[in-house]
Protein backbone atom coordinates (compact mmCIF):
# COMPACT_ATOMS: atom_id res chain seq x y z
CA UNK A 1 0.00 0.00 0.00
CA UNK A 2 1.28 3.43 -0.83
CA UNK A 3 1.79 6.34 1.48
CA UNK A 4 0.04 9.57 -0.08
CA UNK A 5 2.02 12.70 -0.25
CA UNK A 6 1.67 16.46 -0.99
CA UNK A 7 4.61 18.85 -0.99
CA UNK A 8 3.66 22.23 0.51
CA UNK A 9 6.58 24.38 -0.66
CA UNK A 10 7.13 27.76 -2.39
CA UNK A 11 10.31 27.49 -3.98
CA UNK A 12 10.34 25.52 -7.44
CA UNK A 13 13.99 24.09 -7.19
CA UNK A 14 12.78 22.35 -3.50
CA UNK A 15 9.59 21.35 -4.73
CA UNK A 16 11.48 19.61 -7.55
CA UNK A 17 14.57 17.98 -5.35
CA UNK A 18 11.28 16.76 -3.16
CA UNK A 19 9.79 15.45 -5.99
CA UNK A 20 12.89 13.47 -7.19
CA UNK A 21 13.32 12.26 -3.62
CA UNK A 22 9.60 11.22 -3.68
CA UNK A 23 9.84 9.32 -6.84
CA UNK A 24 12.88 7.33 -5.89
CA UNK A 25 10.96 5.54 -2.76
CA UNK A 26 8.63 2.89 -4.11
CA UNK A 27 5.91 3.32 -1.03
CA UNK A 28 5.38 6.96 -1.59
CA UNK A 29 2.89 8.58 -4.37
CA UNK A 30 2.73 12.07 -4.71
CA UNK A 31 -0.93 13.61 -4.85
CA UNK A 32 -0.06 17.16 -5.31
CA UNK A 33 2.07 19.97 -4.75
CA UNK A 34 1.47 23.56 -3.52
CA UNK A 35 2.91 26.85 -2.82
CA UNK A 36 1.45 27.93 -0.23
CA UNK A 37 -0.76 26.17 2.62
CA UNK A 38 -4.37 27.64 1.45
CA UNK A 39 -3.48 26.56 -1.98
CA UNK A 40 -2.87 22.97 -0.50
CA UNK A 41 -6.79 22.57 1.19
CA UNK A 42 -8.46 21.89 -2.01
CA UNK A 43 -5.49 18.64 -2.16
CA UNK A 44 -5.33 17.87 1.21
CA UNK A 45 -9.50 17.48 1.56
CA UNK A 46 -9.83 16.16 -2.00
CA UNK A 47 -7.68 12.79 -0.91
CA UNK A 48 -7.01 11.15 2.13
CA UNK A 49 -2.98 12.26 2.66
CA UNK A 50 -0.35 10.31 5.12
CA UNK A 51 2.71 12.47 4.81
CA UNK A 52 2.91 16.53 3.76
CA UNK A 53 5.97 17.68 3.57
CA UNK A 54 6.14 21.56 4.76
CA UNK A 55 7.52 24.45 4.38
CA UNK A 56 7.87 27.13 7.39
CA UNK A 57 8.50 30.55 5.36
CA UNK A 58 6.02 30.79 3.08
CA UNK A 59 3.35 33.87 1.76
CA UNK A 60 -0.39 34.21 2.76
CA UNK A 61 0.60 31.29 6.12
CA UNK A 62 3.77 30.51 7.24
CA UNK A 63 3.93 26.45 8.29
CA UNK A 64 4.02 27.21 11.98
CA UNK A 65 0.37 28.97 11.74
CA UNK A 66 -0.60 25.92 9.29
CA UNK A 67 0.37 23.76 12.05
CA UNK A 68 -1.12 25.06 14.67
CA UNK A 69 -4.94 25.88 12.73
CA UNK A 70 -4.72 22.15 10.96
CA UNK A 71 -6.83 19.36 11.81
CA UNK A 72 -5.24 16.88 9.48
CA UNK A 73 -4.50 13.67 10.94
CA UNK A 74 -1.70 13.07 8.45
CA UNK A 75 1.96 12.77 9.39
CA UNK A 76 3.90 15.92 9.15
CA UNK A 77 7.68 16.06 7.78
CA UNK A 78 8.92 19.51 7.71
CA UNK A 79 11.44 20.81 5.02
CA UNK A 80 13.17 24.61 5.69
CA UNK A 81 16.41 25.89 5.71
CA UNK A 82 15.64 27.13 10.00
CA UNK A 83 16.33 25.04 12.28
CA UNK A 84 15.28 27.70 14.86
CA UNK A 85 11.52 26.06 14.88
CA UNK A 86 12.52 22.96 15.48
CA UNK A 87 11.78 22.68 19.24
CA UNK A 88 8.38 24.65 18.42
CA UNK A 89 7.46 22.63 15.19
CA UNK A 90 7.85 19.49 17.77
CA UNK A 91 5.62 20.90 19.88
CA UNK A 92 3.00 21.03 17.38
CA UNK A 93 3.54 17.20 16.99
CA UNK A 94 5.24 16.65 13.36
CA UNK A 95 7.13 13.46 12.97
CA UNK A 96 10.22 14.78 11.89
CA UNK A 97 12.74 18.06 10.94
CA UNK A 98 14.80 18.41 7.92
CA UNK A 99 16.97 20.68 7.45
CA UNK A 100 17.99 22.32 4.13
CA UNK A 101 19.88 21.13 2.11
CA UNK A 102 18.40 17.24 2.79
CA UNK A 103 20.44 14.52 1.78
CA UNK A 104 18.29 11.60 0.40
CA UNK A 105 19.61 9.30 3.37
CA UNK A 106 18.15 11.59 5.90
CA UNK A 107 15.01 12.05 3.76
CA UNK A 108 14.57 8.30 3.86
CA UNK A 109 14.72 7.98 7.48
CA UNK A 110 11.69 10.81 7.71
CA UNK A 111 9.62 8.82 5.34
CA UNK A 112 10.31 5.30 7.00
CA UNK A 113 9.11 6.88 10.38
CA UNK A 114 6.19 8.11 8.80
CA UNK A 115 5.84 4.81 7.01
CA UNK A 116 6.18 2.70 10.52
CA UNK A 117 3.92 5.43 12.04
CA UNK A 118 1.38 4.27 9.61
CA UNK A 119 1.99 0.30 10.50
CA UNK A 120 1.28 1.19 14.04
CA UNK A 121 -1.85 3.42 13.69
CA UNK A 122 -3.35 0.03 11.51
CA UNK A 123 -2.44 -2.19 14.18
CA UNK A 124 -3.44 -0.57 16.87
CA UNK A 125 -7.18 1.07 15.06
CA UNK A 126 -9.72 0.39 17.53
CA UNK A 127 -7.24 0.04 20.52
CA UNK A 128 -6.66 2.65 23.08
CA UNK A 129 -3.41 4.42 21.94
CA UNK A 130 -0.97 6.08 24.77
CA UNK A 131 -1.14 9.64 24.07
CA UNK A 132 2.90 9.65 25.32
CA UNK A 133 4.03 7.36 22.52
CA UNK A 134 7.32 9.58 22.03
CA UNK A 135 9.94 11.84 23.85
CA UNK A 136 12.99 14.06 22.08
CA UNK A 137 16.19 13.75 22.04
CA UNK A 138 19.26 15.95 20.46
CA UNK A 139 21.49 13.99 18.17
CA UNK A 140 23.93 15.54 15.88
CA UNK A 141 22.43 19.12 16.05
CA UNK A 142 19.18 18.31 15.58
CA UNK A 143 16.09 17.34 17.88
CA UNK A 144 15.02 14.02 17.29
CA UNK A 145 11.43 12.64 17.94
CA UNK A 146 12.04 8.81 19.33
CA UNK A 147 9.17 6.81 19.48
CA UNK A 148 9.32 3.93 22.34
CA UNK A 149 8.34 1.14 20.18
CA UNK A 150 11.01 2.14 17.61
CA UNK A 151 13.81 1.94 20.74
CA UNK A 152 14.87 -1.47 20.83
CA UNK A 153 17.64 -0.93 24.11
CA UNK A 154 20.19 1.64 25.35
CA UNK A 155 23.82 1.27 26.07
CA UNK A 156 25.97 3.22 28.13
CA UNK A 157 29.13 4.73 26.86
CA UNK A 158 30.28 7.26 29.52
CA UNK A 159 28.68 10.72 29.79
CA UNK A 160 26.61 9.34 26.24
CA UNK A 161 24.12 6.88 25.49
CA UNK A 162 23.75 4.42 22.19
CA UNK A 163 19.79 4.00 21.46
CA UNK A 164 20.15 0.93 19.60
CA UNK A 165 16.94 1.56 17.32
CA UNK A 166 14.64 -0.61 14.52
CA UNK A 167 16.14 1.21 11.86
CA UNK A 168 20.21 1.65 13.59
CA UNK A 169 21.70 3.88 15.72
CA UNK A 170 21.71 6.78 17.49
CA UNK A 171 24.26 8.46 20.13
CA UNK A 172 22.94 10.51 22.43
CA UNK A 173 24.76 13.00 25.29
CA UNK A 174 23.01 11.70 28.24
CA UNK A 175 23.65 9.37 30.74
CA UNK A 176 22.04 6.41 31.23
CA UNK A 177 20.78 7.24 34.97
CA UNK A 178 19.10 10.14 33.41
CA UNK A 179 17.44 8.32 30.60
CA UNK A 180 16.04 5.79 32.84
CA UNK A 181 14.48 8.28 35.66
CA UNK A 182 12.65 9.75 32.30
CA UNK A 183 11.46 7.23 30.59
CA UNK A 184 8.44 5.08 31.15
CA UNK A 185 8.82 1.68 33.25
CA UNK A 186 5.70 -0.18 32.22
CA UNK A 187 7.73 -0.25 28.61
CA UNK A 188 11.46 0.17 29.67
CA UNK A 189 13.73 -1.31 32.23
CA UNK A 190 17.46 -1.29 33.44
CA UNK A 191 18.80 -5.12 33.25
CA UNK A 192 22.55 -3.78 34.04
CA UNK A 193 24.32 -0.37 35.02
CA UNK A 194 24.82 -0.26 30.98
CA UNK A 195 21.70 -1.36 29.48
CA UNK A 196 18.23 -0.12 29.42
CA UNK A 197 16.27 -2.59 27.38
CA UNK A 198 12.31 -2.85 26.33
CA UNK A 199 10.42 -5.21 27.65
CA UNK A 200 8.31 -5.93 24.91
CA UNK A 201 11.27 -6.39 22.14
CA UNK A 202 12.75 -8.86 24.79
CA UNK A 203 12.17 -12.55 22.25
CA UNK A 204 14.10 -15.04 24.60
CA UNK A 205 15.54 -15.23 28.42
CA UNK A 206 18.68 -17.71 28.68
CA UNK A 207 20.46 -18.39 32.01
CA UNK A 208 21.51 -14.55 32.67
CA UNK A 209 21.65 -13.28 28.90
CA UNK A 210 18.53 -11.51 27.34
CA UNK A 211 17.95 -11.48 23.52
CA UNK A 212 16.52 -8.28 22.19
CA UNK A 213 16.60 -8.15 18.48
CA UNK A 214 19.03 -10.80 17.63
CA UNK A 215 21.53 -9.16 20.43
CA UNK A 216 22.53 -10.76 23.30
CA UNK A 217 22.60 -8.31 26.56
CA UNK A 218 23.87 -9.74 30.20
CA UNK A 219 21.30 -8.96 33.05
CA UNK A 220 23.19 -7.94 36.66
CA UNK A 221 23.01 -10.65 38.84
CA UNK A 222 21.35 -8.49 41.52
CA UNK A 223 18.49 -7.55 38.96
CA UNK A 224 18.06 -10.45 37.00
CA UNK A 225 14.89 -11.85 39.39
CA UNK A 226 13.04 -8.41 39.21
CA UNK A 227 13.94 -7.92 35.49
CA UNK A 228 12.67 -11.71 34.56
CA UNK A 229 9.32 -10.79 36.94
CA UNK A 230 8.72 -7.41 34.83
CA UNK A 231 9.17 -9.31 31.17
CA UNK A 232 7.39 -12.27 32.26
CA UNK A 233 5.22 -11.03 35.01
CA UNK A 234 1.85 -13.58 34.49
CA UNK A 235 2.18 -14.64 31.03
CA UNK A 236 3.85 -17.99 31.69
CA UNK A 237 2.13 -20.50 30.62
CA UNK A 238 2.30 -23.77 33.34
CA UNK A 239 2.76 -27.29 33.16
Do not use: W
Amino acid sequence: MKLKCIIIEDEPIARKVLQEFIEEIDYLELVGQAEDPLRALSIINDNEIDIIFLDINMPKINGIDFLKSSETSANIIVTTAYMEYAVESYGLNVLDYLVKPIAFERFLKACNKARDMGKLRRMTQGHAIRPDDHFFIKCNNQIEKVFYDDLLYAEAMLNYVMLHMKMGKMMVYVTIKNLEEQLPSDIFIKVHKSFIVNIGKVKSIEGNILDVAGDKITMSHNLREKVIHKIVKDKMIKR
